[in-house]
């Protein structure tokens, strides 16, 4: 079975609290926690509205790449539960591929518990269950190979034996992909992979991931995110704050690292990316509604994956087209909920 994606990481289902008595505390202290959410110890919160929703970075992206027209698949692992039964629902239900789904027996499958501010910003609690059970199986590998893509997000568990599994993958087929202006040498015998790494695979630090790193096509991530994987570096330790707060100096430091494209999300301030010679800049495209910001991240980075699917692997276009989508999921609740098909997309 050949696919244009497979997806691979967490599925779960995202259960999202929002309260307006939740107060943002500014933390100088630590780059990855640059501001906490608190409430009054103790205290009773009044809940504004309660939403239980499908999640995980995998399965988001899954539905996501679907939507768009790609056959895709999804590698996760769900327990032999009911809300891994409602899960694979509705992947099916997406025409996402659910055959390389493990189920494990006797183990619930994932959820998150979530709190949403105010200001539609939010924290979650993941119970990884199953999750952490996710094992690359031989026969994996094999449709791997035929893949065009393999879009990877978080990994739980003991996350590094199966990594190395996924970044050993090798292809079948020859792959022309020209990711700049211009056209590239081809790359021969390499699946492609996207990787949005995970808070495990990050807190690791540079010294650990960086082989992994420097195998990877597109490498994704957030600003707080590219701070904290540079500054864990040797070699920027001594870097000042400005030079940190700038995403085409983060950017060009992973860049020298491997990846052939680094992707910074910037949150309302939109998105920076640098392929190796050129730095792009994407603003924001502003909602008609601002209500939700979950999944926000798994939108924009499988939609700019698509993107240099869609537009021959030009990087402008695929930013916009991620800005688009991530856009159309922040005016509705729920991670999957607002996410755009092909037509509506390129309209």
């Known amino acids: ?189 390499r699946v492609k992979i996207a990787w949005n790494p995970g808070g495990r695979q990050l807190g690791a630090g540079a010294k650990k991931i960086i082989k992994y790193i420097k195998n990877a096509f597109v490498l994704i991530l957030n600003l707080a995110e590219a701070k904290g994987l540079v500054s864990s570096g040797i070699a920027n330790r001594n870097k000042t704050a400005g030079w940190f707060n700038d995403p085409k100096n983060l950017a060009k430091a992973i860049s020298a690292w491997g990846p052939k494209i680094v992707v910074i999300t910037l949150g309302s301030e939109g998105a920076f990316a640098y392929d190796g010679k050129t730095s792009y800049r994407q603003p924001a495209i502003k909602p008609k509604k601002y209500v939700n910001t979950i999944g926000v991240g798994d939108a924009f980075g499988s939609t700019f994956v698509a993107g240099l699917e869609l537009f021959g692997g030009r990087v402008k276009p695929a930013l916009k087209a991620a800005a688009k989508n991530s856009s159309s999921v922040v005016e509705v609740y729920g991670a999957q909920t607002g996410l755009l098909k092909r037509g509506q997309l390129l309209k």
């Not at 691979?8 to 259960?15: F, L, S, T």
């Not at 202290?29 to 929703?53: C, H, I, P, Q, R």
């Not at 990594?163 to 590239?184: C, D, N, W």
């Open 1 to 189: 079975m050949k696919y244009d994606f497979i997806t691979i990481g967490g599925a779960c289902e995202d259960i999202s609290i929002w309260t307006d008595e939740a107060v943002v505390v500014k933390n100088r202290k630590d780059k990855l926690k640059e501001k906490l959410l608190g409430f009054e110890y103790g205290a009773k919160v009044k809940v504004k509205k309660f939403l239980s929703t499908p999640g995980g970075g995998a399965d988001n992206a899954a539905v996501a790449l679907s939507r768009l027209g790609f056959k895709t698949a999804i590698l996760a692992a769900l327990g032999d539960d009911a809300r891994g039964k409602k899960i694979i629902k509705n992947l099916k239900k997406e025409r996402v591929d659910t055959r390389l789904i493990e189920v494990v027996k006797k183990t619930e499958s994932g959820f998150s518990p979530g709190i949403v501010g105010k200001d539609n910003e939010h924290i979650f609690f993941p119970v990884r269950g199953a999750n952490e059970r996710l094992k690359i199986r031989p026969e994996d590998k094999k449709i791997f190979k035929q893949a065009k893509w393999l879009y990877l997000t978080s990994l739980s568990g003991n996350w590094e034996p199966e990594l190395k599994k996924i970044f050993s993958t090798r292809g079948v087929h020859p792959v022309k992909f020209p990711y700049s202006r211009g056209a590239v040498k081809p790359q021969f015998n």
